[in-house]
């Protein structure tokens, strides 16, 4: 008889308090019960923390992966490459063994400790089927293998929640090409100071090591009709649409705002709302065309130096 450890792991892609008994869906007796599946090292549980999705991601889609204890194949679904996953730390005692590496709990089991692990962390350890290198291209902007990779090809456009050090770059350039417009250094120190502190989410589009797309997410904050600010739990304001003119009408911003919504919406947002100026007809055609159809009302934004402009703001729900 295999000796029971001392502790156990868990994986899941949900954060609980308590570990409850679920049916599995296995592919044999033993790996369909119900119960509280463990494993007796954390490097055998990681396939089942990383947050797989069905997609679409509702209850009429499809999630097909594998796993040969460490490694994953995703057949069909989606992966998040930004996002979380959760290793439950658990006691042994109430677990039985039931296979040759697999423990099973019928009975509820706090976790002694929660470990979380990022995506990015394992993504080498995850193969895509050509099916589901199409969806995370859909969603997120890229193949999956120009994700996290200093050497990837040259034509790989990678979107993704950029560093801090893509900030101070894409804002140092952004200053230079304003040197007569005093605003542009008082935004870089504004939002810098505001993704610092967590309070705002820059998304980049990079192709070729260049930022050549970005856009901002202020989560939970709807501007106010005199465009103070107004916080509104589940909604972000999306602001900052921009993309290198040599770049434009190629259709590498679409993808990048694609992935930004995905990522809300998988971080738990339900609504996303934008603003534009009434002159700016092309781009209120384009914010109708990716689903900002719902007009909120008609406001104001000061700039820095003074200067205030109409703004018309638009929603999306986040489904």
Known sequence: MKEKPKLLYHGSQYL?????????????????????????????????????????????GKLSFDSDGINSYLRYGSV?????GYVYVLPSDSFELVDEWEWLSVTPVKP?????????????TITFSEEAKKIE?????????????????PDCYVCKIASMDEVNEKWDTLVREHPDDPNWAVWK??????????????????????????????PNYTPGKDDAGLREEGTAYLSAFRTVKEYRGKGYFSRLLRFMLEDLRQKGFVRAVLGVEPCEVLNKQMYLHWGFTGKLYTGTCTYPDGTVIEVEYYGKTLE
């Open 137 to 153: 291209r859909e969603l997120y902007g890229a193949d999956p293998e120009c994700f996290f990779r200093e050497d990837a090809a």
């Open 80 to 84: 998040n490459p930004n996002g979380k």
């Open 112 to 124: 002694l400790r929660v470990i979380e692990i990022s995506v990015k962390d394992y993504w080498h």
């Open 16 to 60: 609980i308090d308590v570990l409850m008994p679920r049916q599995a869906n296995g592919q044999c007796e033993a790996e369909a019960r119900m119960g509280i599946y463990a494993a007796a090292t954390m490097e055998e549980v990681i396939p089942f923390a990383l947050p797989f999705r069905f997609y679409p991601d509702c209850p009429e």
């Open 189 to 218: 120190k504004d939002i810098i100071a505001e993704i610092s502190a967590g309070g705002e989410l820059p998304y980049y589009g990079i192709f070729d090591g260049k930022i050549i797309c970005e856009a901002y997410a202020v």
